[in-house]
């Protein structure tokens, strides 16, 4: 894969769009494990249950907003070294 040559506004676009499309679903569980903890910590005050099974409500919405940041941090890095190994491609070809 040739390395983008990032002063190319073209190319530099197309490389950000490459480079949102790495972990894209990842990202999005991520995103939808903080919204689900949102709604177990708002669910209790709202009327709902306050326990869900043997755990209570805001525990399970601890450990969905932990294992929510947990994947995010995972595919921050899994970007970062894509982008790096990117780069590497380019400094070799020069």
Same mark, same amino acid.
């Given at each position: 894969?040739?390395?983008?040559?990032?002063?190319?506004?073209?190319?530099?676009?197309?490389?950000?769009?490459?480079?949102?499309?790495?972990? /894209?679903?990842? /990202?999005?569980?991520?995103?939808?494990?903080?919204?689900?903890?949102? $709604?177990?910590?708002?669910?209790?005050?709202?009327?709902?249950?306050?326990?869900?099974?043997?755990?209570?409500?805001?525990?399970?919405?601890?450990?969905?907003?932990?294992?929510?940041?947990?994947?995010?941090?995972?595919?921050?890095?899994?970007?970062?070294?894509?982008?790096? $190994?990117?780069?590497?491609?380019?400094? $070799? $070809? /020069?």
């Amino acid at each position: 894969m040739a390395p983008p040559d990032l002063s190319d506004r073209q190319q530099y676009v197309a490389y950000r769009r490459e480079l949102r499309g790495v972990a /894209r679903w990842s /990202r999005l569980a991520g995103f939808v494990l903080v919204l689900i903890a949102f $709604a177990l910590f708002v669910w209790p005050q709202s009327g709902g249950p306050s326990m869900l099974g043997p755990l209570p409500t805001g525990t399970w919405g601890w450990i969905a907003l932990i294992l929510g940041w947990i994947i995010w941090i995972a595919v921050i890095v899994r970007r970062t070294r894509y982008h790096k $190994a990117r780069l590497a491609d380019e400094e $070799a $070809a /020069r």
